[in-house]
T-cell receptor, first 112, second 117 residues
Framework: QQQVKQSPQSLIVQKGGISIINCAYE??????FPWYQQFPGKGPALLIA?????SEKKEGRFTISFNKSAKQFSLHIMDSQPGDSATYFC???????????FGPGTSLSVIP | GAVVSQHPSRVICKSGTSVKIECRSL??????MFWYRQFPKQSLMLMAT?????????EQGVEKDKFLINHASLTLSTLTVTSAHPEDSSFYIC?????????????FGPGTRLTVT
């Protein structure tokens, strides 16, 4: 059972454009939603995270939008750069339980 | 920031042999560590959760006798793949929780590429 869905599977964006990745979850007990960035051959790194009591969080060029009623959240990368080319994973967890549930991932390519 | 290391970064072994992978938290005490497996172009699959000083909790479908996990100290967890076979070839990643921080962030290691020939 896939508890966190993610789309698109792959995304090509021109340099300077906006990259948008969407995720949806099923378990309403989740209370923490991180996004991870992973480069080939490396471990994932936390990019930005949000709790469900906040509808939006921005850190630099990265913004999470959160819709609790729809059980959806999304990552927006503004002014996308070739260096942003990586695989992005949304995730969800119950903070009382620690186990992170990852989405299937989105491969982002930013072309010049 | 918190750093997690893994050793080795790459390992090639022959079928039937055992391989040990180390995961260390370098600047914090990790009361809980996690082991993941990742196949090419796929997401991370949680294999087991280990708490310092206690037995690991394995996810459904993960053979505990094949993937031995030891978390003997607050900074070190090891994963031993016993009697490895080609189907065990994968990218293994550990992560750790800072036991003293009021944070839910898992810090990930750089991963270990295992190839079984």
């Amino acid at each position: 059972q896939q508890q966190v869905k993610q789309s698109p599977q792959s995304l090509i964006v021109q340099k300077g454009g906006i990259s948008i990745i969407n995720c949806a979850y099923e378990n309403t007990a989740f209370d923490y939603f991180p996004w991870y960035q992973q480069f080939p051959g490396k471990g994932p790194a936390l990019l930005i995270a949000i709790r469900p009591d906040v509808s939006e969080k921005k850190e630099g060029r990265f913004t999470i939008s959160f819709n609790k009623s729809a059980k959806q959240f999304s990552l927006h990368i503004m002014d996308s750069q070739p260096g942003d080319s990586a695989t992005y994973f949304c995730a969800a967890l119950k903070t009382s339980y620690d186990k992170v549930i990852f989405g299937p991932g989105t491969s982002l390519s930013v072309i010049p | 920031g918190a750093v997690v290391s893994q050793h080795p970064s790459r390992v090639i072994c022959k079928s039937g042999t055992s391989v040990k992978i180390e995961c260390r938290s370098l600047d914090f005490q990790a009361t809980t560590m996690f082991w993941y497996r990742q196949f090419p172009k796929q997401s991370l699959m949680l294999m087991a959760t280990s708490n310092e000083g206690s037995k690991a909790t394995y996810e459904q479908g993960v053979e505990k006798d094949k993937f031995l996990i030891n978390h003997a100290s607050l900074t070190l967890s090891t994963l031993t793949v016993t009697s490895a076979h080609p189907e065990d070839s994968s990218f293994y990643i550990c992560s750790a929780l800072d036991g003293l921080a009021l944070s839910y962030e898992q810090y990930f290691g750089p991963g270990t590429r295992l190839t079984v020939t």
